[in-house]
């Protein structure tokens, strides 16, 4: 069975910074483009980083952008976002996603970890 | 990077259909048949519902149908039933791995 499962979300300061983990278990983690989502109270969903297999090669969002670093160790199947300068619109849940097998989409996601930014 | 336009919401009885919309621009939605379907419901992870524009997933009823016009995505539910009630969120390749979503819909079975 497929599993994605986050950690690391937690309360913090504006302007400090939080790393978050994804543990994946079920499938081969390194054959997998691996994504963050994240979620703001109340509000949708918003793509917010993702790393290639193979290359390694990641992208992001323009509001993370200089801020956040998504980065993976296939040999312990974690993805990890490093979040720094986090602001009070970060605050959401941000959720780990698995990009499909030879498709664009997403098909297994975690149930996400809640980030609280305090002002 | 700008969010898919969805309508907040819709609204419709059991047994009716209703559509939602989703509309991009020629840099996502109108370039790619790659806009995906998902389901939320409160406090839980989204479910993908329709992928490539109108495929399905296995599990997934047959009710649910996708398609697309230029810019603009469609989600349709046929037969609406009470546990469909829920957030819709579409999603569109933007290039390289980069994804943008819509705003999400909310959809009330009257």
């Known amino acids: 069975e497929v599993q994605l499962v986050e950690s690391g979300g937690d309360l913090v300061q504006s302007g400090g910074s939080l790393r978050l983990s994804c543990a994946a278990s079920g499938f081969t983690f390194s054959d997998y483009p691996m994504f963050w989502v994240r979620q703001a109270p109340g509000k949708g969903l918003e793509y917010v980083s993702s790393i290639s297999s193979v290359a390694g090669t990641t992208y992001y969002a323009k509001s993370v952008m200089g801020r956040f670093t998504i980065s993976r160790d296939d040999s312990r199947n974690t993805l990890y976002l490093q979040m720094g300068s986090l602001r009070p619109e970060d605050m959401a849940v941000y959720y780990c996603?698995?990009?499909?097998?030879?498709?664009?989409?997403?098909?297994?996601w975690g149930r996400g970890t809640l980030v609280t930014v305090s002002s | 990077q700008s969010a898919l336009t969805q309508p907040a919401s819709v609204s419709g009885s059991p047994g009716q259909a209703i559509t939602i919309s989703c509309t991009g621009t020629s840099s996502d939605v109108g370039s790619y048949n790659l806009v995906s379907w998902y389901q939320q419901y409160p406090g839980k992870a989204p479910k993908l519902m329709i992928y490539?524009?109108?495929q399905r997933p296995s599990a997934i009823s047959n009710r649910f149908s996708g398609s697309k016009s230029g810019n603009t995505a469609s989600l349709t539910i046929s037969g609406l039933q009470a546990e469909d009630e829920a957030d819709y969120y579409c999603c569109s390749y933007a290039g390289g791995y980069i994804f943008v979503f819509g705003g999400g819909t909310k959809l009330t079975v009257l």
């Open positions: 996603a698995r990009l499909s097998g030879g498709g664009y989409y997403f098909d297994a």
């Open positions: 490539e524009v109108n």
